[in-house]
């Protein structure tokens, strides 16, 4: 008995149909998970690679700080009293040691930043290549800002996620709590006493050396001082807008 052609020609159908569907679903299946491991590699493995570099070279500059000589004069105390900013933008005339004038290489790492409230203990290198500085979980020197305890504005840059994102958490900094920084001769203490949640990536003035934002002028300050800002995207996972977090120098010791 021969088959009709029409029927032949409706399993061939049938089969091809479920070839297609059968190969795009392995397609999809492929597809998510090749996408989950992106995820995990950018929200986790980069993390992690980052922080235990971070935490090493940390560990690396104690190091070399406990074995070096001090050098002559880079600090000191009883050093000539200088004005610096409070927190309401007056001035006050206090002590203050001298600093290293000696600027690092492009990516050295050279100082730690300490935030207490975050438990943030990270690296700074000079630089904001993500590349080279960033992406290795450091904080990043703006580069033409001053160095930690000169006049001016020590400012930072940060990773909120992925690779380590040391200023994940920069939102919970509140007025008053306090941002170290330890180099090879010297600890600053900056107070931080103004907080600007959102502006744009692209205002310029948050960094300049009497901080003040160009988009939102009421959030910085109005005379010169010694001033650290933090900078960082925001909101979460994006880059559309940035964060600043602003502290006035309030202490200076010789590094024990």
Not at 8 to 21: G, I, N, S
Not at 37 to 59: D, F, K, P, Y
Request: hydrophobic letters at 30%.
């Amino acid at each position: 008995m021969r088959v009709p052609v029409i029927q032949q020609h409706r399993r061939r159908h049938r089969a091809l149909r479920r070839r297609v569907l059968w190969t795009g679903g392995e397609f999809l299946v492929t597809a998510g998970v090749v996408l989950l491991l992106l995820v995990v590699q950018q929200l986790w493995w980069t993390n992690r690679e980052a922080r235990q570099g971070a935490e090493h070279q940390v560990q690396a500059l104690e190091r070399q700080w406990a074995t070096q000589t001090p050098t002559p004069g880079a600090v000191s105390s009883g050093s000539p009293s200088v004005n610096t900013g409070t927190a309401d933008g007056s001035s006050s005339r206090r002590s203050s040691t001298a600093t290293s004038t000696a600027t690092p290489h492009p990516s050295q790492a050279y100082a730690i930043l300490i935030i207490p409230r975050l438990h943030l203990r990270v690296p700074i290198a000079e630089g904001v290549s993500k590349r080279n500085v960033l992406n290795k979980g450091y904080v990043g020197h703006y580069p033409g800002t001053q160095q930690p305890g000169q006049a001016g504005n020590f400012a930072l840059a940060g990773h909120r996620n992925t690779h380590g994102e040391p200023f994940r958490y920069l939102p919970r900094l509140r007025l008053k709590d306090t941002v170290q920084v330890e180099t090879s001769t010297a600890v600053y203490t900056y107070t931080v006493d103004k907080i600007l949640p959102q502006t744009s990536a692209a205002d310029s003035g948050v960094i300049r050396p009497i901080p003040r934002s160009t988009v939102k002028p009421s959030y910085g300050y109005s005379r010169p001082g010694y001033y650290i800002t933090l900078t960082t995207c925001t909101p979460e996972f994006t880059s559309r807008y940035r964060m600043a977090v602003w502290g006035t120098l309030t202490s200076t010791r010789p590094r024990a």
